[in-house]
Nanobody, 124 residues
């Protein structure tokens, strides 16, 4: 099994950029498709982005298409979320998750391992 730790969250102005990282340990990282989700207090968990085991295929939620990019470096056991043109509605806790043997996907139930989350706050 894999352990996941997110980092890179913080406070940023609307229109600005931020890059989140998710470091993996404890298993073979390339065996896992990876995803990013986010959650506002009191609201449903929302799919943000996912990436295949090789990194060749990606998928994005409609609200972030054209603004966010997911990519991975299997040699560094790390997946990233580059966030550009940030809006106030992007404010949330962001979680990374791993799907053993999986492909890209937006369904939270396909992901077995989850990080602790990192807060992103976008100010107007």
């Amino acid at each position: 099994q894999v352990q996941l730790v997110e980092s890179g969250g913080g406070l940023v102005q609307a229109g600005g950029s931020l890059r989140l990282s998710c470091a993996a340990s404890g298993s073979i990282f390339s065996n896992y498709a990876m995803g990013w989700f986010r959650q506002v207090q009191g609201k449903e968990l929302e799919f943000v982005a996912s990436i295949s085991r090789s990194g060749n295929t990606t998928s994005y939620g409609n609200s972030v298409k054209g603004r966010f990019t997911i990519y991975r470096d299997n040699a560094k056991n790390t997946v990233y979320l580059q966030m550009n043109s940030l809006k106030s509605e992007d404010t949330a806790v962001y979680y990374c998750a791993g799907d053993f043997g999986g492909n890209v996907g937006s369904d939270r139930n396909h992901y077995e391992r989850w990080g602790q989350g990192t807060q992103v706050t976008v100010t107007v």
